[in-house]
C-alpha cells in the first residue's frame, strides 16, 4: 500500500519561534497533498490542499502568513508554522493523493506540535 | 448545515459482538464517495472501507461493511464480532465530485469491554 511519512512525529517549541513539518510520500507520486488539524477530541480541520508547483489553497479562516506550505516535489509537502504561539499546539496530519482518479488519501501518522 | 453527521459521542460495546455506527450526509452532487476511518489513540488514521454513490452493493472488507441507504443519505459502519484492537475513534467522511478534500464528521469514539 501507499506510504506517507511525517516528520517530526512530535515537537517542542518555544513560543514565538518557527516550525517546520514535512510530509513525505514514500512509494509513490502525490500530485495533491493535504493539511489538517485537529484538537484533542475533536474532528479534523482542512488547513489547507497544495498541488505540486503551485501555491496551496487555504481553507477559510486559516491564515496563509502563519501557516506556510510549500510542494516543491510530487513527494514532499512542507508546513511551516510562524512565529508559533501555545494556542498552534495541535496534531497536525497530512494526507496525499496518488492521483486525481484515485478516490483514497493516504494519511501520515501525524505531527504533535506543542508551543510552550 | 453540516454535510457529515455523527450523533453518537460514544459507544460501548462487548467482545465478540457486532455493532453500527451512525453517519448521515448531505450533498446535492449525484457523484460522491463515503469513507470511513478508525483513529486509534497513536493518531494514524487508518482507512476502513469507501462506498461510492454509484455502487449497487454495500462495501464490505472483513470485519467492516458499510450499511448505505441512498436514499435516507446514510452510511452506517457496521463492525462484526468486535475485538479490543477495535476500540478507537470513528470517523465518517465525504468527497463530492469535482472536490478532491475530505469532509469529516465530528466522530465517535468506540470502547470494547472483554
Known amino acids: 500500500g501507499a506510504v506517507v511519512s511525517q516528520h517530526p512525529s512530535r515537537v517542542i517549541c518555544k513560543s514565538g519561534t518557527s516550525v517546520k513539518i514535512e510530509c513525505r510520500s514514500l512509494?509513490?507520486?502525490?500530485?495533491?497533498m493535504f493539511w489538517y488539524r485537529q484538537f484533542p477530541k475533536q474532528s479534523l480541520m482542512l488547513m489547507a490542499t497544495s498541488n505540486e508547483g503551485s501555491k496551496a489553497t487555504y481553507e477559510q479562516g486559516v491564515e496563509k502568513d502563519k501557516f506556510l506550505i510549500n510542494h516543491a516535489s510530487l513527494t514532499l509537502s512542507t508546513l511551516t508554522v510562524t512565529s508559533a504561539h501555545p494556542e498552534d499546539s495541535s496534531f497536525y496530519i497530512c494526507?496525499?493523493?496518488?492521483?486525481?482518479?484515485?478516490?483514497?488519501?493516504?494519511f501520515g501518522p501525524g505531527t504533535r506540535l506543542t508551543v510552550t | 448545515a453540516q454535510k457529515i453527521t455523527q450523533t453518537q459521542p460514544g459507544m460501548f460495546v462487548q467482545e465478540k459482538e457486532a455493532v453500527t455506527l451512525d453517519c448521515t450526509y448531505d450533498t446535492s452532487d449525484p457523484s460522491y464517495g463515503l469513507f470511513w476511518y478508525k483513529q486509534p489513540s497513536s493518531g494514524e488514521m487508518i482507512f476502513l472501507i469507501y462506498?461510492?454513490?454509484?455502487?449497487?452493493q454495500n462495501a464490505t472488507e472483513g470485519r467492516y461493511s458499510l450499511n448505505f441507504q441512498k436514499a435516507r443519505k446514510s452510511a452506517n459502519l457496521v463492525i462484526s464480532a468486535s475485538q479490543l484492537g477495535d476500540s478507537a475513534m470513528y470517523f465518517c467522511a465525504m468527497r463530492e465530485r469535482g472536490y478532491s478534500t475530505l469532509t469529516f464528521g465530528k466522530g465517535t469514539m468506540l470502547l470494547v469491554s472483554p
Open positions: 512509494d509513490f507520486q502525490a500530485t495533491t
Open positions: 494526507s496525499a493523493h496518488r492521483d486525481t482518479s484515485s478516490y483514497e488519501q493516504y
Open positions: 462506498q461510492g454513490s454509484y455502487d449497487q
